[in-house]
């Protein structure tokens, strides 16, 4: 039965090609729609990790407060034992310390005069160690314009941008004017050896990058250190495993009475993008159901132009005694076939378009200029394994529901009519 309906839908195009064009424009859409929307989420929560929250970030429970205003005066004193402890018993995350700092970074003459200076984004990383996480957790060494990274202590690394604006070389001295964990006047030379461009526009505008050692001293913060950020292993973010890490540690470490005193947040809860992301994953439902409503109306418009153009032929298979419900079955049946095929051929050609989307991606630096979301100025698609099946979603079930209304049509039917629709 079914390979005799396979063979009609393949010999008769005239039944089977629009609704198979259909099926495949609309899965097409689908795969695409999805593995763009997918990346767009991989990419804000890997940015945001990398640059801002890490999969799990420590502070104090003052800093954690303000920590949109990297508050250094509410840093955590004694980490190198908040350290010990992190590594002895979350063993599984890479723990790295970071201090995010402001103030302004002024290039002198020839003469040591000022000769301009800009507002900065400081970001203090481990720069010299010999397993130091951060070069690659912050893909430094792919992101090096100009120069080269600093080799020893009060070398910075400045982004191209803001390079370019202040009329910085490499090898020049850079004065950084900002305040001590204690309020008072910090001003400290740097020489910048190199300079860096992230493809974020938030960080791109005018960050520098220096060893956290450096910073310590400058902003005399000795053992202290704003926040330390955990990264796992394999660099996936999972939220569950997540959340009982932050809810073992809070238990033990955090006293709600100490200002002071740790807490660690997850990804998820410190960056805010529960809510954001929860948001994506509904607009993609959408975009699903939308498919599958829009593709359902279509094929059963076509279901109904096809009973009309086989008007004769359904008759005529009524009238040598086949039961209205094995006809009605045959004519589902045959329209899952068809959308079997829509499916595989929109699947195949929606995971090329994606695969190169992610490869290539889509420059959209000139809208984020003025951004401050911690998100990459190029938008990629991931491809992942619900990619090559999600498009049979709308797939196989609009052509289930346009078979199944338009068939409705064959109970109409009267055999009492038959013999003189045949006659004409």
Known sequence: MIKFLIKGVLRDRSRSLFPVLTVTAGVFLTVVGFSWINGIQSNWVE??????????????????????????????IGLDQLLNDLRQDFPELIWTPRIKFGGLLDIPDENGETKVQGPCMGMAVDLFSKQTPDINIL??????????????????????????????????????????????????????????????????????IADISDIQNALNMENASGEVLGFFRDNLYENEK??????????????????????????????????????????????????????????????????????????????IGEDKGHLYRSLIIESLIIGFIGSVLGTIIGLGLSFYLQAKGINIA???KNSTLMISDTFRANVTSLSYYVGFIPGMLATFLGSV?????????????????LET
């Not at 990804?267 to 993609?284: A, C, F, P, R, T």
């Not at 209304?405 to 629709?421: A, V």
Request: charged share 20%; hydrophobic share 40%.
């Open 242 to 319: 997540a959340q009982e890490i932050a809810q073992h540690f809070n238990s033990k470490y955090s006293d709600q009475d100490d200002e002071f005193s740790p807490i660690m947040s997850t990804l998820i809860q410190k960056s805010g993008l529960e809510d954001i992301l929860g948001m994506v994953n509904m607009y993609g439902g959408v975009i699903i159901f939308v498919f599958v409503v829009v593709m359902s109306i279509v094929l059963w418009n076509a279901g109904l132009m096809g009973s009309l153009r086989r008007y004769g032929e359904i008759g005529v298979r009524m009238a």
């Open 139 to 208: 893909n430094l060494q792919d992101s090096v314009i100009r120069g080269r990274l600093p080799e020893k202590p009060s070398e910075i690394l400045i982004t191209e941008e803001f390079a370019q604006r202040l009329g910085v070389s490499m090898g020049q001295t850079a004065t950084l004017i900002s305040s001590t964990m204690y309020g008072s006047m910090a001003i400290t030379n740097f020489s910048v050896t190199g300079t860096v461009r992230f493809g974020v526009s938030a960080m791109d505008r005018s960050t520098i």
């Open 366 to 368: 000139y809208m984020m």
């Open 47 to 76: 940015v945001t990790a990398k640059y801002n929250t890490g999969h799990l970030d420590v502070m104090t429970r003052a800093y954690a407060e303000e920590s949109e205003q990297s508050p250094i005066e509410l840093a955590y």
């Open 405 to 421: 209304i338009s068939g409705l049509g064959i109970y109409k039917r009267k055999t009492s009519q038959l013999m003189k629709e």
